[in-house]
């Protein structure tokens, strides 16, 4: 097996403010809220175009090539697009850019996607993971569900999903291109219910268990604060990884 990574990173950077709360001498509250959280910017970033090779397989990644197809008969199997070498292939093209989040409330939840286009070729399919660590400062590490769980403001969470969600409305079903007739990849079962999220890195969260056409995933982010929240600069990088499956 080859490891591609999809997306070269993923950067999430989190201001939290700090505000005292005066009580009894013995007791000093930290509450972080309003308009001192900060979310100020997602990034997601890949190459232009990027191949490296192993033994029998092939893994590239790309922006902005051209959508494949597959035409199938009972003998024989066509694919089309900019890529047809003869050997085992994994194609990715990563939809780069940056999301600027602004001021992340107690009652509000901060939100971003970016989409991930997969398609194999002469090859069983393939398992997309995701790798990486909630947002973090020093040796604190935002809460992450372990269990689908839905998005609560004012209760520290950091989550995903693959799924069209309305609560927040964000993100989208898996798009096959150019049909579901040719292209097979699906989002797995923890990953696709709408509205509930959650994130265990090195999860695998998609799969084709079959060569396929090209799938588009979105995956969503979601991130919610409480008032126990530390205060501080908090960061976080992510990875996804596609592996091929023979």
């Known amino acids: 097996?080859?490891?591609?990574?999809?997306?070269?990173?993923?950067?999430?950077?989190?201001?939290?403010?700090?505000?005292?709360?005066?009580?009894?001498?013995?007791v000093?509250?930290?509450?972080?809220?309003?308009?001192?959280?900060?979310?100020?910017?997602?990034?997601?970033?890949?190459?232009?175009a990027e191949e490296s090779c192993a033994g029998d397989i092939c893994a590239r990644a790309t922006i902005g090539d051209p959508a494949a197809g597959v035409s199938k008969a009972p003998t024989s199997t066509a694919s089309f697009g900019t890529v047809t070498p003869d050997e085992p292939t994994l194609q990715v093209i990563v939809a780069a850019g940056e999301s600027h989040l602004g001021y992340l409330e107690t009652n509000q939840t901060a939100t971003t996607t970016s989409t991930v286009k997969v398609r194999s070729y002469l090859s069983n399919g393939y398992m997309l993971q995701i790798i990486g660590s909630p947002p973090k400062i020093g040796n604190y590490t935002m809460k992450s569900p372990a269990v689908p769980t839905a998005s609560t403001p004012g209760k520290e969470q950091f989550g995903i999903n693959l799924a069209a969600n309305t609560t927040p409305n964000i993100g989208a079903s898996p798009v096959q291109v150019p049909s579901d007739q040719t292209s097979f990849g699906t989002v797995e079962p923890a990953y696709r219910t709408p509205n509930l999220f959650k994130f265990n890195s090195g999860d695998v969260v998609a799969r084709s268990d079959k060569e396929s056409g090209q799938t588009?995933?979105?995956?969503?982010?979601?991130?919610?604060v409480s008032n126990s929240t530390p205060?501080?600069?908090?960061?976080?990088?992510?990875?996804?990884v596609v592996i091929p499956v023979f």
Request: charged share 10%; glycine share 8%; aromatic share 10%.
């Open 1 to 26: 097996m080859q490891r591609q990574t999809l997306w070269d990173r993923v950067l999430l950077v989190l201001l939290v403010g700090v505000v005292a709360v005066g009580g009894a001498p013995a």
């Open 28 to 48: 000093q509250a930290v509450t972080s809220t309003s308009p001192n959280y900060q979310m100020t910017e997602s990034q997601f970033g890949s190459s232009t």
């Open 216 to 224: 588009d995933y979105t995956i969503s982010m979601i991130i919610n």
């Open 231 to 240: 205060a501080g600069h908090y960061t976080s990088d992510f990875s996804a």
